[in-house]
């Protein structure tokens, strides 16, 4: 394994939320800058079709694969209607009749994963080296959201977040994305994608969920791409 991204959970995170793990895809040098992958065009395409299926005359919200997720926001004295993690909001805009739009063909394989396992799934550009924690927020931390230019300045300490340093990249977890470690479509990038699951409940999920971007990673990109959980 050749991984270069340090990735770690911080003990105040597994005290809240005990039993949690992340796997982790690595992937290395994936060129992004093709405006179209086919192959990534009909995995999403499929992934759409299985979940409105699946969440015919159903909610989102209703999926047992979604349950733990919706416990852990309650946990954190969260709304899980109001915050959805990214899993539930991607299913419940399937289950609404809406699809899905297109991003790029990374960030569109992601949601395709996560989707088919209905597992949150968070794609982050990284710098090698650069480390990124699930903690909770704190004094000096800046979050900028998706689309916007300036920081957000509704962030308060004890929020859990996606951080590399002192810039938050996702807020209430899996909730809300930041313009920092967007993932562009441009080459050479390095990456790391979390799935958040537990361990003893859908850990051997989580690490299919992995096992699945990693090859596919591979197979349409050409990069390399590494699997690990941090538990």
């Avoid at 733990?68 to 289950?95: C, D, E, K, T, V």
Wanted: proline residues 7%; hydrophobic residues 40%; aromatic residues 6%.
């Amino acid at each position: 394994m050749n991984t270069t991204i340090p990735f770690s959970i911080n003990p105040a995170v597994r005290e809240k939320l005990p039993g949690i793990c992340v796997g982790l895809v690595e992937a290395r040098g994936v060129d992004n800058s093709l405006p179209d992958r086919p192959a990534v065009d009909a995995l999403l395409d499929d992934a759409v079709r299985q979940a409105e299926a699946r969440l015919a005359d159903t909610k989102a919200s209703d999926d047992p694969r979604v349950q733990p997720y919706r416990a852990a926001f309650h946990a954190l004295g969260m709304s899980p209607s109001r915050y959805p993690s990214s899993n539930i909001a991607l299913l419940r805009r399937i289950a609404k009749g809406k699809g899905l739009w297109r991003v790029n063909p990374v960030v569109d394989l992601g949601n395709a994963i996560s989707i088919g396992y209905g597992l949150p799934l968070g794609a982050h550009a990284m710098a090698p080296g650069e480390p990124l924690e699930l903690r909770f927020s704190r004094n000096g931390d800046r979050f900028v959201e998706l689309g916007a230019a300036e920081d957000d300045p509704t962030l308060e300490p004890g929020e859990l977040v996606y951080a590399a340093g002192n810039l938050v990249h996702t807020r209430r977890w899996t909730w809300r994305q930041s313009e920092n470690g967007k993932v562009e479509a441009t080459a050479g990038l390095d990456l790391l994608f979390p799935i958040d699951g537990f361990l003893d409940v859908n850990e051997a999920q989580v690490m299919a969920a992995c096992e699945d971007l990693a090859q596919k990673l591979r197979d349409i990109f050409g990069c390399e791409a590494d699997v690990r959980l941090c538990r």
